[in-house]
Every structure is written in structure tokens, then in C-alpha cells.
């Protein structure tokens, strides 16, 4: 059980911190006041009431870094791997140094509550925000979130462990769930998590279970979170999560966020009053609150702190993490690593000169700086390497952004933008006449994908306008590919001449989280250092009776524009395929980015872009040996898996991302990372995606307001081993550039007695028995006596370690603890059932080393 925050003053480095009076401040507060503490102040703080000493706390996405309170130009922060990758290290102790990295960046930015990290389950392929969680396996899940959770809250700062539960896919968030797979597969993440770090915050989901919302479930905050496992840490909604004023109070919903309140506040004064919640219930939640305050002000952080940078940034640990977080998937020939003398290095495809270091949503920040792979290679390759390099197609959702490209009044990369209250002097967003307007505020940015709800002075309107402005000068000539499109509306020009009208009937779409326009394109003829003047005019939402999106008048809105040198499919691909044939080693670096992967939408399909699998045949077709580099945060299908020699998964690994790939390419790190999660041979492979006699559509994305979890304990790896088919790559797969030979395991008993014992010791040698240093990870599953087995799975991992680097012929005795939940099922509440377990030594689920037995001689309820 967490243990208890003390309420009373402490010392700390010899210097008294006061802490508040808990049961005293409460006696002093209001019903009004205490019902203000029970939701947000805005969009990122918590209501203060300085009279009583109760500071405002500061929250701040995200999963992958601190992004702060800003979405439009906030303060450039560090960004981490993705979970997913992070998940791929199955390195607990690297992970807390991450979350100690996490905590730092907070402190730098004024930030008291990290939200983050994610447990939900990869039950499915197309989850938009799948990147964002660990893994299908909640073991895994639950002890890596421990460590992260361990690291930032070391620093004094909170994390958020999140949401809960079954928040598993974007659309239809209504989940049907039987208690077992609840119990054996989405809530064992969280505790676990809970009982290996006592994080400070948990915030529900926003889908239904079961028919109602988690925020208001009663027996899943109070009775589960709080009773059973002994939480005692404030609960919070997901923003505008909060769906009921009664009953999420009565449930345990502690803080409502964001504010102002939309739930609380009046009527939940008018609950009181007519007896529909009773004030003992409201004092609960305020003592959360205050607990949690009490918590955060040992840390030192300041109330409304100014947002900075993080001037020490932990970059050894955003390397080592993005290059621990790749998978090698493929070596057959060990082309891998690449020498660096290597005189001529072709690097093709669309994610090699673009940096993705992040998925879409709340996991967008302002990088400190990046690495793309294409930099990462070269800085890599070496002095005496020529690395030459070919986009080899076009492979987006939407036209790429631009800003470095552009140039502002100053000369610099970016453009300029200036804010209105009053509209463009016409009838409409097209300009007939000299602007004399006045400007309410203007900056510069390199960034044209711009979401204006944040970071703008109060004396601009909600009703306000925007003018965009650049210059241009192509360095090839060509057909150009311009794209426009907003949380409102926009046009664009080239030369003061309209190219592209997204004013005047504007159609939605898919912008600002389905919030905003579709965006539209247009065509035009550029020619190679001929500099031409780009303006995209724009209108908030409540400016413009045009507008169709569904977000309220109250809205800035938000702006995107792009534009690309479009080539023809039969031109790209006839570049890359030049240089592959000219060159000694091809590197092919492709995959998805945060227009494919993003909170707000699931994936239509687990394809790669057409266009990118164009590519990928084509250079094979004449370079089978070419290294092919996979990015995305979730399964994609590889059709061309049995073609390539060499393959690497890697995610969205970060500020470094492009290092770490060059780390592993060229032997700088010998590749440990394992897959987290199973990547099938095609989509339809995976039950929820399974038509059988129906079209799947109530198992993914669901039917009728329903998503039916029909696959019940069948989730990701579980799945395949157990029911089929045989995977594309195994849950749990990665290889080195060395190898690992495992010893017989040593159990500390044959008989698991738990009247007498309550864990299982697992020893287990393991050499290098190849020629360079390496780790190795070692994966332990239970299969279950077949008297028992009916329903399920054939195995369940149940611990695993990673070893230390061990040089060519050292060898490391690694030790795993199990325990009767290791042996457990929930049928009305956990049970060992008796029998003959098999202990599965494995370096994949599908890879199994060696095996032991255990007997357990009676069944065992706890």
C-alpha cells in the first residue's frame, strides 16, 4: 500500500518547509472555496486560494517531455523516445533516468504535475495514440511506468499514471469488457504500477466501460483504486473529461480539469443544496487536493514560475535511450554494422532528411533542436564517406509543413505573422487596398502548423485575424504543391495572386483534431532562384460566418500551411534507384510521422503509404542489400520483409532520434532492443480485426456506440501463441550483433507452496558467445497446466531482466523473482489453480530457450 503523505511540517536540508494543516485549512474553507479547489483555474493550473497558503499547481503534457502551458510557440523543451520506443529497451533503470531527465525539464518550465505516463493496452494496431503507450503486455507495461514514474517524482515533481481504463483506441470509446480480461489484462498495468511507485496522480479516461464513464464509476475509483488496492493519490479527469457533477464526486473524481469549470463550480453549490451530494463527500476530494499540494511544495517549485529552458539537458540520456530504442529485426548476412570507411552511402526515403521525434497530439512540443537520420548518418559515416541522398517519394497525409524553407522580412528561415482585431480591408480575407491596420501582436516562426489557443495577448479578440508572410526561393524548378487549411478559415497567395480559397465555402475535416477545415491544394509552376512572395490570410473561427467546424465561437482557432517540390512518382523513384546502384551501402529510412499516428484519430489500415512501398521494392529490386530503416510508434505491415537482407524498426526516438539510428547502423551501440508489441503479417491477423463470418466492426472500431472486447485475454502476443497465426516478428524479438547462449533455469523449489513461501527464485546464465560486447534481455513466461488451460493462453510473460554489457565470452547469472500473482487468474477474485507449470526461459515469445517445471499441489485463493 502507498504509504500516507504526512500533513504536518517536515524539515529538509536543515530548512523548515511548512506544509499545510490539512484537517485545519479544511475546518477554515467555504463550501464556495472548497468547491473552487475541485477544478482548474485555466487550461494548465489548479485554483489557488492565497489566504489559507493553498498555491496554484502547474500541469503540463506530455509523454515524451514537458512541453509547458504553450502550444503556439511555447519554450523549446527535450524530447524523449516515445513509450513505445522506450518499452522497446525493456530497461526499467534507463527509463528512470529518463523520468529523472522528464522531472528536470518540469522544474526548468515551473511545472508540478508531469502528465504522463500512458498503460493502456496495444489491443489493436490502429490505435492513433497507441504510440504514447508501452506495450500489449501489461507486466511490461506496469514495471516500466513504475521506473519513469520513480524518476520524475525523485525530482520532487508528480506523475500522472493514465487513463483509466480501456482508453485503447481514438473512435467509439464505449468498451465492452468482462471482468477476468479486465482484471488479467487492462487494469494489471496500473497496479502494478501503482504498487512499484506510488505515483502521485491517476487520471481517468474518457470512454465508457461497460456502459458508463470512468470518471464517474464508483466501483472503479473508490472502490477498486482507493479500497482494494489502497491508493491514497488525487485523481484527475482527462480534460473535459469530466462528464457528471454528482456522481463523479460520489465516485472519487477528485479535480475536474481544465478550467474554468464546466461540470462543477454552481452546480455543484446546487447539488449540496438540494441533498444530491453531501459535503463530507466534497471535504473527501478538497483533502486530496490539499494532500497533494502538500506533497508538491517540499519540490520548491514556484507558483506561476516563468517557463524556461532547460539549460542542462539531459542529452546523453536522449541519445542513449534513442539508440537503445531500435530494433533489429533483420541481419542476415551481417551487412549491419556499416564500416564507416564505407566510401559511398545512398540514403533514400521520406523520413531521412525530415526529423519525426514525435507522434501527434499531446505529445507535440517544441524541440530544443533535432537530429534527422540523414544528419545522423553523415555525422556517423565519417570524414572519408560521401553519403548522397534521394527523398525517393512523397509519403504524407497532408502537404509538409514549411517555415525553414521561407524566408521573413529579416532574411532568417521562417516567416512573419501578425495578429488583427479588425478584418482585412475588404469584404472578404482577399485584401483590395493598402492595410492600415492596427497590429495587435506579430512575431516570427518557423513552425506553420499553428494552433492559436494559447500564448496570445488578452487584447486580441477571440474574433481576430492573421496575415502570414515570406519569401521564397525555390532552388529547382518545378510544379509546386501548396496546401492550406484551418480551425477557421484561410487563403493563400503566391505573388498577391489567390492560389488556394479555403474562405469562402470552407469543408471539414480532419485539422485540429477533427476540430478544424479540410485542408486544400493547389498546383503551381516555380522557377529555380526566381524569389516569390507567399501570403496565407487567415480568420478565427467567430470572425468568419463561413466557418463550419464543430468548435465553440470562443475559439482562436489554429492555421496550417504547406508546400513541396511535387515530383512524379516515376522521378523519385528513378533518382533513388540511380543512386542505389551507384553507391556501396543503401540505407532506405521510411515509414509513418504524426499525421498517420495522432491523438484524435485511429489508422484506417496498418499499411505503409503506397508510395513508400513503391520505393522500397523498386531499390530492392536492384539492391537487395540495401539496410531498410522502419519508423513508426506501432505496427506496420512488411510485405516485403522475406526481399530485404537487413531490417530496423525504430520509433519516435526523440531530439536524437538521427544519432541513434546512426549509432546502431554503424556499431557505435549494438542493438538490444526488443519489440513490444507483435507486428502480424497483415492487420486481419489480429482479432479484434478478424471478419470470420461478420465484418469485425464490433470488435474495432464498434458498432451501435459499443466496442465489444471479444478476444478476451487473446491480446497481442497471447493471441498468436496460443490461437495463431505465426506472427511477422514475435512479441518480445530483436536481434544483436553478437549472440547469447542460455543455461538450463534453476528454480528455488519444485514445489510452490504458498502457505510457506510467497516467491519463486529464477537463475539463469547467459553468455556472449559472440565477438562483440553486447546485452541481452531475457524474457520469463509461465504456460499453464493443460488441466486448466481451456481458456487460457498457452503463455504469459511473467519477468524479465536485461543483462549488463558483457564482453565477447562473459557471462552474467541472471536472477527473476516470481510470486503467486505470476501463477494467478481472476475468477470472482485470484486464484492459483493446481498443477504442473512450465517456467519458459525465452528470448521471444516465440523463442524459447529453455524450460523448467514447478508444481503448485492445491488451489490457492488470495
Not at 508510395?611 to 539496410?627: S, W
Not at 458498432?703 to 471479444?710: F, S
Request: overall charge negative; aromatic content about 8%; glycine content about 8%.
Amino acid at each position: 500500500m502507498p504509504v500516507a503523505v504526512p500533513i504536518t511540517n517536515t524539515e529538509s536540508n536543515s530548512t523548515k518547509i511548512k506544509l499545510l494543516d490539512v484537517e485545519d485549512v479544511l475546518s477554515r474553507l467555504t463550501l464556495p472555496e472548497k468547491v473552487s479547489l475541485l477544478s482548474g483555474k485555466d487550461n494548465w493550473h489548479t485554483r489557488d486560494i492565497p489566504k489559507y497558503g493553498i498555491p496554484s499547481l502547474r500541469l503540463s503534457d506530455g509523454p515524451n517531455g514537458c512541453r509547458g502551458t504553450k502550444f503556439f510557440e511555447g519554450v523549446p523543451a527535450a524530447c524523449f523516445p516515445c513509450a513505445t520506443g522506450l518499452a522497446s529497451t525493456w530497461d526499467v533503470d534507463l527509463i528512470q533516468d529518463v523520468g529523472v531527465a522528464l522531472g528536470d525539464e518540469c522544474r526548468a518550465k515551473g511545472v508540478h504535475v508531469l502528465l504522463a505516463p500512458t498503460v493502456n493496452m496495444l489491443r489493436t494496431p490502429l490505435n492513433g495514440r497507441g504510440f504514447e503507450s508501452f506495450s500489449e503486455d501489461p507486466l511490461l507495461s506496469g514495471y516500466l511506468a513504475g521506473g519513469l514514474i520513480k524518476g520524475v517524482q525523485s525530482t520532487g515533481v508528480a506523475a500522472t499514471l493514465k487513463h483509466l481504463v480501456c482508453n485503447d483506441q481514438e473512435t467509439e470509446r464505449v468498451s465492452q469488457v468482462d471482468e477476468k480480461t479486465l482484471r488479467e489484462i487492462y487494469l494489471k498495468p496500473f497496479e502494478i504500477a501503482i504498487r512499484e511507485s506510488n505515483p502521485w496522480l491517476v487520471m481517468t479516461s474518457y470512454n465508457r466501460l461497460n456502459g458508463k464513464h470512468t470518471s464517474e464509476t464508483l466501483e472503479l475509483i473508490d472502490g477498486l483504486l482507493r479500497k482494494e488496492w489502497g491508493y491514497e493519490g488525487l485523481v484527475v479527469s482527462d480534460w473535459h473529461g469530466t462528464y457528471s457533477t454528482d456522481e463523479a464526486i460520489k465516485a472519487g473524481l477528485d479535480l475536474e480539469m481544465p478550467g474554468p469549470s464546466i461540470i462543477r463550480g454552481p452546480a455543484l453549490l446546487r447539488m449540496v443544496t438540494c441533498g444530491k451530494v453531501k459535503e463530507e463527500d466534497i471535504n473527501d476530494r478538497v483533502r486530496n487536493v490539499l494532500r497533494l499540494v502538500n506533497r508538491l511544495i517540499p519540490s520548491g517549485i514556484p507558483r506561476d514560475a516563468e517557463e524556461n529552458q532547460n539549460p542542462n539537458p539531459a542529452v546523453d540520456v536522449m541519445r542513449q535511450s534513442a539508440a537503445d530504442a531500435i530494433v533489429l529485426l533483420k541481419n542476415e548476412k551481417s551487412l549491419l554494422p556499416i564500416s564507416p570507411n564505407t566510401k559511398r552511402i545512398a540514403v533514400i526515403g521520406p523520413n531521412a532528411a525530415k526529423t519525426e521525434i514525435f507522434g501527434g497530439g499531446s505529445a507535440a512540443l517544441r524541440a530544443t533542436y533535432t537530429v534527422s537520420p540523414l544528419e545522423g548518418i553523415r555525422s556517423a559515416a565519417g570524414p572519408r564517406s560521401k553519403v548522397v541522398y534521394a527523398k525517393g517519394c512523397d509519403a504524407h497525409k497532408l502537404t509538409p509543413l514549411v517555415g525553414e524553407e521561407l524566408r521573413n522580412s529579416q532574411g532568417q528561415p521562417g516567416f512573419d505573422i501578425r495578429f488583427y482585431n479588425d478584418p482585412p480591408p475588404s469584404t472578404s480575407l482577399r485584401r483590395s487596398s493598402a492595410d492600415h491596420r492596427e497590429v495587435v501582436h506579430e512575431l516570427t516562426t518557423t513552425n506553420s502548423n499553428m494552433f492559436f489557443n494559447d500564448n496570445l495577448p488578452d487584447t486580441l479578440n477571440r474574433a481576430c485575424y492573421a496575415t502570414a508572410t515570406a519569401k521564397f526561393t525555390p532552388g529547382r524548378t518545378g510544379t509546386y504543391e501548396f496546401g492550406v487549411g484551418a480551425l477557421g478559415v484561410s487563403d493563400l497567395y503566391v505573388d498577391d495572386v489567390l492560389l488556394i480559397d479555403n474562405s469562402t465555402s470552407p469543408i471539414p475535416g480532419e485539422l485540429f483534431y477533427g476540430k478544424g477545415s479540410r485542408e486544400e491544394i493547389a498546383e503551381i509552376h516555380l522557377e529555380a532562384n526566381v524569389t516569390y512572395r507567399v501570403r496565407v490570410e487567415y480568420a478565427s473561427p467567430s470572425a468568419s460566418t463561413s466557418f463550419v467546424g464543430p468548435l465553440a465561437l470562443s475559439s482562436r482557432g489554429g492555421l496550417r500551411f504547406g508546400g513541396y517540390l511535387k515530383l512524379s512518382p516515376e522521378e523519385h523513384i528513378r533518382e533513388a534507384v540511380e543512386l542505389a546502384r551507384s553507391s556501396d551501402v543503401v540505407i532506405i529510412v521510411a515509414g509513418l510521422n504524426a499525421e498517420f499516428e495522432t491523438e484524435g484519430f485511429d489508422r484506417k489500415d496498418m499499411k505503409l503509404p503506397s508510395a513508400t512501398l513503391k520505393l522500397i521494392n523498386a531499390v530492392l529490386e536492384v539492391r537487395k542489400d540495401a539496410v531498410i530503416c522502419l519508423q513508426s510508434g506501432t505496427p506496420v505491415e512488411i510485405p516485403f520483409k522475406d526481399k530485404c537482407e537487413s531490417l530496423i524498426h525504430f520509433f519516435y526516438n526523440g531530439n536524437e532520434t538521427g544519432n541513434g539510428l546512426a549509432d546502431v547502423l554503424f556499431g557505435r551501440t549494438n542493438p538490444s532492443g526488443k519489440l513490444p508489441f507483435t507486428i502480424p503479417e497483415k492487420l486481419e491477423d489480429s482479432l479484434p480485426h478478424s471478419k470470420g463470418d461478420k465484418d469485425g466492426s464490433e470488435t474495432f472500431p464498434g458498432q451501435d456506440g459499443k466496442v465489444c472486447y471479444e478476444e478476451g485475454l487473446l491480446v497481442g502476443y497471447r493471441q498468436y501463441s496460443t490461437v495463431g497465426p505465426t506472427p511477422a516478428f514475435a512479441f518480445g524479438h530483436g536481434l544483436s550483433y553478437t549472440s547469447f547462449e542460455y543455461d538450463a533455469p534453476q528454480l528455488s523449489a519444485s514445489v510452490f507452496d504458498f502457505g510457506v513461501s510467497s516467491t519463486l527464485e529464477v537463475t539463469c546464465a547467459i553468455r556472449n558467445t559472440g565477438t562483440v560486447a553486447g546485452r541481452e534481455i531475457i524474457q520469463c513466461y509461465i504456460s499453464p497446466p493443460t488441466s486448466t488451460s481451456s481458456d487460457r493462453p498457452t503463455i504469459e510473460l511473467k519477468a524479465f531482466k536485461k543483462t549488463a554489457q558483457l564482453e565477447p565470452g562473459q557471462r552474467e547469472i541472471v536472477k527473476m523473482t516470481l510470486d503467486r500473482e505470476s501463477f494467478a487468474i481472476w475468477e470472482e477474485g485470484w486464484i492459483v489453480r493446481k498443477g504442473i507449470y512450465e517456467v519458459l526461459i525465452a528470448s521471444s515469445s516465440e523463442d524459447i530457450r529453455e524450460t523448467a517445471q514447478i508444481s503448485v499441489i492445491d488451489d490457492f485463493r488470495f
